[in-house]
């Protein structure tokens, strides 16, 4: 009885962790629903647990260009392959896109069966968009100098083309 309370007061503290944890978390069944949301994935997505809990999440929160690709991942975790650091783009409550850089892990039983899939994602929307914007103005810089109406030239530091 004692061993039971030990158990169940470590999956309580466990459970604690994950629900607070300043990542979002979010799991799916064997099914591709959701089974797992945690209160950051809240804060970042904008939909509550209730409103997560038991919808496909491919279908429901992914932007429909990367739903294949997340899909692939997702299944892979499904057969034990898991990914790190992979990219996605969840689509927010305010139909707002939230750039989420995720681990994909297996999740298993206690007899090693395979249950579903966790994802440990970090909120890289802000360091994706600046990606973006320096990219956008390199772009325009590079068009910029080849349509120019003037001789353009560089040199370096001492003065050589």
């Known amino acids: 009885a004692q061993h039971d ?10 459970r ?3 629900d607070t944890a300043n990542a979002p ?10 089974n797992e949301w945690n209160e ?3 804060e970042v997505t904008g939909f509550s647990k209730e409103e997560a809990f038991h919808k496909p999440l491919v279908s429901t929160f992914i932007v429909p260009k990367l739903r294949q690709s997340v899909q692939d991942v997702l299944e892979n975790a499904l057969r034990g392959n898991e990914t790190s650091n992979y990219e996605l783009e969840f689509r927010t ?3 707002e ?4 850089l995720v681990n994909a892990t297996t999740r298993r039983d206690a007899d ?12 890289v929307t802000e360091s994706s968009k600046n990606d973006r914007a320096v990219a956008a103005m390199a772009n325009e810089l590079r068009q910029l100098v080849g349509t120019a109406n003037a001789p ?3 040199i370096d530091v001492h003065g050589m083309e």
């Open 5 to 14: 309370r030990a158990v169940a007061a470590m999956a309580n503290e466990l």
């Open 16 to 18: 604690q962790l994950v």
């Open 25 to 34: 978390i979010f799991g799916i069944d064997v099914n591709g629903n959701v």
């Open 40 to 42: 950051k994935t809240a």
């Open 93 to 95: 409550k305010s139909n």
């Open 97 to 100: 896109i939230r750039y989420l």
């Open 112 to 123: 090693y069966n395979i249950v579903g899939v966790v994802g440990v994602a970090q909120d």
């Open 152 to 154: 353009i030239f560089g």
